[in-house]
């Protein structure tokens, strides 16, 4: 935390005060002041609410940060799109842009587990209950993904290794595990989030209730693209699928932005106090 802002703001509120006992700080500077009575308190008071909006501030960028990073698994889209060939195993193209999308989803998964497990200490002030089925939920989506990468990596191997045509089969059924992974990782789970997060952020106020609402009404067009898929009755690739999970994109991107550009709202965290 810096302590240059807080140590000046201390120099100038007791350059008034008589000097009689010593307060350190970080670094070089000290101040001796005196106060007594309720002044005492609300000095005191003042300096330590300084501290811990600056805490939070940091936290809201740590948090913010993180959501845009989950975003960086986007080009897997198009990067895994050679494993979902027939012949792939059999074909002499490059692993490269398999094996980068594999890591971006590691980057994702990790991502995801963080922006829960930063925002917790804040959030269980408002439901403890909430904030922890928040971090249990992101660290399932996160294990899902990492499932996930692993089926396409077993494909990467059997590509790698030279296997003949009679294990087209088995690749075949690794691209479809990972296409049933990736509904739960991607569509359920996330709309479980988002669900759990906008309540949270709604009841508390640390964010504009509208973007909260966001979240909150996102998650249910998401879990009715993810039944639908489920129960065919629309394909997993089609572009119904990918509008059901707009609104929770749209709540993602918009709340990390947020987070990094204004912060928690400094009324809504004293309040939490």
Not at 266 to 273: G, M
Request: charged share 10%.
């Amino acid at each position: 935390m810096p302590y240059a802002p807080v140590a000046q703001w201390i120099e100038q509120e007791t350059s008034k005060l008589l000097v009689v006992g010593s307060i350190p700080t970080r670094g070089t500077i000290s101040m001796r002041i005196f106060l007594k009575g309720p002044e005492a308190f609300l000095f005191w008071y003042d300096i330590a609410m300084k501290m811990t909006l600056e805490a939070h501030r940091k936290t809201s960028l740590i948090a913010g940060l993180l959501y845009l990073l989950t975003f960086i698994s986007i080009p897997t889209l198009s990067l895994y799109g050679p494993t979902k060939s027939a012949d792939f195993i059999l074909s002499n193209s490059s692993d490269t842009g398999v094996i980068i999308g594999a890591l971006l989803e590691v980057i994702m998964a990790l991502a995801c587990i963080g922006t829960a497990v930063v925002l917790y200490p804040l959030l269980k002030k408002q439901s403890q209950t909430l904030a922890l089925g928040l971090v249990a939920s992101r660290i399932v989506e996160a294990t899902a993904i990492f499932i996930g990468v692993s089926l396409i990596m077993a494909i990467v191997s059997l590509h790698q290794s030279g296997a003949g045509a009679d294990m087209q089969a088995a690749g075949h059924m690794l691209a479809v595990l990972y296409d049933r992974v990736f509904l739960q990782s991607q569509s359920f789970l996330p709309a479980v989030n988002d669900l759990l997060l906008g309540i949270l952020l709604y009841k508390s106020r640390l964010v504009p209730r509208g973007l909260s609402l966001i979240g909150i009404i996102g998650a249910f067009p998401l879990l009715l693209g993810y039944g639908a898929v489920m129960f065919n009755v629309i394909g997993q690739h089609d572009s119904w699928a990918g509008l059901a999970a707009l609104l929770v994109a749209l709540f993602e991107l918009s709340l990390g932005v947020w987070l990094v550009v204004k912060g928690f709202n400094s009324k809504a965290v004293a309040a939490l106090k």
